[in-house]
């Protein structure tokens, strides 16, 4: 216990302390651009390739301005000199917020082939948590890590990055990392994100061990395997997936993998299972205090990156509510929602499957592209139709918590609480871990997002009430009488604070 | 031993100690060498003065060596100098005669143009792009081939309108040449008063507006028209006033020929609509606040398109529900096709929301009077505005989201019923590009520079703060790809024409690939990426083996402009070593 304070000590530390002399280091790399122009002039005569290509290009150029008007001149020779050099601090935007950072990807030494793989997914540069973990990560020899950050700033390309830095790429049929998800879909996900990541890192080979995807008898023969732990220690028992060469062993949600009884004991027993590991890396946005005690345990000796309380929240993430004159009012209201407002994509939570059945039917008919997943439907059936979620193929995606945590697609706009999270027996009270990971459903990686909570009764009010308590944040209120001046609430909401200034206040 | 020393080889006489006896000292002396000639001592003393002379040497030799050295480097700095001096020399070259050039560029715009031009259409590859202006022979004469029931129109057909029925039939470089020219090929109709009223008195929109709606003799003036927009839209036109238009035509195409404007002119155009649409938005606005009837109809309507624009996916046929929706809307507004009596506005002049006014179309074209109503042009407004904010959000964070929404969008503002005097209301959507994404039109600044920001197009928020380079880079990416989905569509099918062509993209990837090392941003790279990311294909289908060297230029030279270290330039560089990887296209020039 006598930890606890040490490490929101030497968080305070890593996240204040760093930066105020990462000022410095900025202005320094931010002068010599100041002088870009001769050394791309000693570029181009450096390699005489590169001047050649270069006249052709000016050949092109040439024609172009020849024939074309010439384009609007809006930079003439004269006035570059004259500008006022943006302020240091809106260059580098809010120190506090989760995305902020000075660094590059390169100053953190990753290689050549993830780097392109970053610079693809249109990663410009590492966020806070990448930025303070990578270093620790990458670090020789290998430490175990225990990283809490907001939904949405990075933290499975953290992991990622990880792991693909790990890898003995001369051995592409033997297990070196493994990965844990809670749900399939999430495991999916993480596939995804490493395959993404390390599409340009020759030979690196990826599998999922979730429900289904693993024939009985057959091999498990990738570098990387991403997967749910049931079935991730079925298949150790069953011989399938050599555990020898463990590198890196990483679990995602972390505190939802060791809370749950159940998960949390297949956990460890896939950690028993395995004769040695060199690292392991656990990752959540949430770390209850009972949770972080026995995360300790697992991941012992690990460097720790945490948040406060009232830090969790992303401010990107316009919080609202709606009161609803009854639970049957709701669908009305809902539908009405899309047009007051710019909506990618969307995600609707509910408590029960038949909601989700009838919400689905409503908005259809409103013409929208809605699917929805719970429980109900079978494994590579959900598969499909989160992907299809992903690929934008549909825009509306109903479901209940299952998935309630890590699904990232970037566009989604508007994250719905048609039901109000509850837990514990009878659902009595309310729930703050949940609300906190379905509204980081969107707001992703800086991006503005709108999360609504439907209310109607005095208990679906208290228990949100008591989770804007929890997190210390006001939820604006919305009315259904006057659409037009919803309309115009919504909007100034949008509009106040951007992403990530919340933190300010 | 004894106590005394004994000189080595090369010493000097030793001191004697015993006798005084000159020669038996010597041999005693000689004698005593002799004997302790291999001793240790002896040895010790000679390599004592061996290394003492080595010393020597040895310090002698660095010296020399320093010396070198520093006329060495001296030798390097002198030949840095010439180097810098010649570099400097030949930059402060380059930048006059670049000078030079655009001074000459600015002259050679002054010339006019000679009017007629060669009557078949050039087999030119299409990024010839030259501002001539299109020839009223033959776009006339193609225009009365395309039409088998050769109207006689009362009035003279307006070169631009000829031009475009034309085109459903003509090559993309047809279609190119004319368009490009479109925005140039008239006056701003700011400065132009239109024919049926007095000059004073629409010099603005809101001018316009608000003098309807406090003046009842005015409004009394313009009623009949207000009834008579819808219908034209529907019957043809036979307008009262088409003998007054005649001469005007006459007047504005003389004008033209005489005074091509450049693309610099037609850009700030495309600001002045933007603040005429803002107009709009409050004329609106001002209506609904009297009218809570029309307030709410309105409101609906633009909720409605709203949402319809963010219910595009991009699953062929998906779209039908919110497109049949969003031309309802405007449909309705048209009166076409209900008679509520809330949706009817007061008409407006679509000439100040295009960058150049169309004359009367032939017979039989659609809204040919000289207004519409102001509820469509403001629906046609949201629509373009909830595109832009889709792309903004939604494609800025997948960009592929933006094709869809593209579609849409060109698919309606190319729709009859929709234009003005046969020509498209595009420039709406344009103007909000211009706005936002200056790049797209030329404009270049400094990512670095509060004054370059604001040339770029770089938002603030609320509290006067730049927007962060996240939140800019993603809103550059949506704006960059919606652009590319606005610009590449392929009309060759359609019966329409095609309101925005493709050529309007390779201007914009010409703009900002032509930029000097030191004019570039990252702001060009963002952007840049975005159009051409996941367009290539509707790109290469359009300009073939042109596209693949315009793409070439756009990921392999523009990059090496960047300073070393440019995050955005590199991910331009990935996305050709991408496309080698998925679609086996290499751009290497032999």
Known sequence: ?505 | MAPTSFPGVSSSPPPSNSNNDNTEDKMDDYERRWRERNSEETHKIALAAALARHNEIRERALGILQLEQLREEAEILRQKRIQTEERVKLETQRAMEQLRIREEENKARQIPQPPPRVPTPPPAIPPAVQPKQPDNATTSASQQANQPPPAPAPQQPSSSNASQTSQTKATPQGTIQQHLNQPNAFQPSQSQPIASQPPKQQPTVSDAIQKQAETPANQANQNPQLAQAPATATTAPQHPQNPSHTPQAGETSSAHTQKPQNLHESVDRYVTIHKNLKEVRKAIKERGEKDAQFKKKAGEMRRAITRSVGQLTGERGANKVPTDTIVAQLEASLGISTVLEAVHSQPYPPELVMASKPERGPQGTLNNGEHMPLLTIYLLNILAKSAIAQFCSEAGANPKTADPIGVILVSVFAQRRFSWRGRSLIDIVIAKFRILCPVLFGVRGNDKTEEGRAKLGWKKDQNGNWISEQEHNDRMTGLGAGYASICLRDFSKSQLFNPWPATNYWFSLASITCTRPDDTSSTQFVVLKAMIDNHTAHFLRIYGDMGVRALHVALEDFPHKAAAGNVAASSLQVLAAKLRRDTGLTLEVK
């Not at chain 1, 395997?225 to 991730?232: A, D, E, I, L, N």
């Not at chain 1, 555990?243 to 060791?258: G, I, P, Q, T």
């Not at chain 1, 934008?392 to 998935?403: D, Q």
Request: with cysteine.
């Open chain 1, 1 to 505: 216990m006598s930890e606890t304070p040490k490490a929101t000590g030497s968080l305070a530390d890593r996240i204040t302390g760093p930066a105020a002399s990462k000022l410095d280091a900025a202005t320094t790399s931010f002068t010599p651009s100041a002088s870009n122009a001769s050394s791309s002039w000693a570029d181009e005569v450096a390699s005489p390739v590169g001047g050649q290509s270069k006249q052709l290009g000016g050949g092109i150029e040439e024609a172009q301005l020849d024939g074309a008007a010439q384009p609007l001149a809006g930079s003439g020779l004269h006035d570059a000199q004259y500008e006022v050099e943006v302020k240091l601090s809106d260059l580098q935007g809010d120190v506090n917020s989760p995305l902020f950072s000075v660094n590059t990807f390169e100053e953190l030494g990753i290689n050549q082939g993830i780097l392109q793989g970053l610079y693809s997914m249109n990663f410009k540069k590492p966020s806070k948590i990448q930025e303070k973990a990578l270093p620790l990560l990458l670090g020789n020899p290998p430490t175990n890590m225990i990283a809490q950050s907001q939904s949405g700033t990075g933290k499975t390309a953290a992991f990622v990055i990880t792991i693909l830095s790990r890898l003995d790429y001369s051995r592409p049929n033997q297990p070196q990392a493994l990965c844990l998800a809670p749900s399939r879909e999430l495991a999916r996900q993480i596939e995804g994100v490493v395959r993404t990541i390390g599409q340009f890192v020759q030979g690196l080979t990826v599998q999922a061990a979730v429900p289904g995807a693993v024939e009985r008898g057959a091999k498990v023969q990738a570098m990387v395997v991403v997967g749910t732990p049931g079935t991730v220690m079925d298949l150790i028992k069953r011989r399938q997936f050599d555990v020898s060469n463990m590198k890196v062993l990483c679990l995602d949600e972390a505190d939802n993998m060791l809370d749950q009884q159940g998960l949390g004991d297949q956990c460890l027993r896939v950690k028993q299972m395995i004769p040695r590991v060199d690292q392991i890396l656990l990752f959540s946005a949430t770390f209850p205090d009972e949770v972080m005690r026995y995360a300790q345990q697992f991941s012992p000796g690990a460097n720790e990156i945490k948040l406060k309380r009232d830090e969790l929240t992303v401010g990107g993430i316009k919080q609202m509510y709606m009161d609803c004159p009854s639970d049957e009012g709701k669908y009305d209201i809902l539908a009405s929602l899309y047009g007051l407002m710019t909506i990618g994509s969307s995600i609707i939570f509910v408590k029960k499957k038949d909601t989700a059945s009838r919400i689905a039917a409503r908005l259809t008919e409103d013409g929208h592209k809605v699917v929805a997943v719970h429980s109900a439907f079978e494994g590579s059936e959900r598969d499909s139709i989160v992907e299809d979620f992903r690929q934008g193929r549909a825009k509306v995606l109903i479901t209940t918590n299952v998935l309630a945590r890590g699904i990232d697609v970037s566009s989604v706009s508007m994250v719905i609480n048609y039901d109000i999270p509850m837990k514990g027996r009878s659902d009595a009270e309310p729930d703050p871990e949940t609300y906190l990971h379905r509204i980081g459903r969107t707001g992703r990686f800086g991006r503005v997002g709108v999360s609504i909570s439907f209310v109607f009764d005095r208990k679906s009010f208290a228990a949100l009430n008591q989770i804007a308590q929890h997190y210390n944040i006001d939820l604006v209120k919305l009315d259904q009488d006057d659409w037009d001046k919803t309309e115009e609430i919504v909007k100034n909401v949008i509009k106040s604070s951007r992403a990530g200034t919340n933190l300010q206040s």
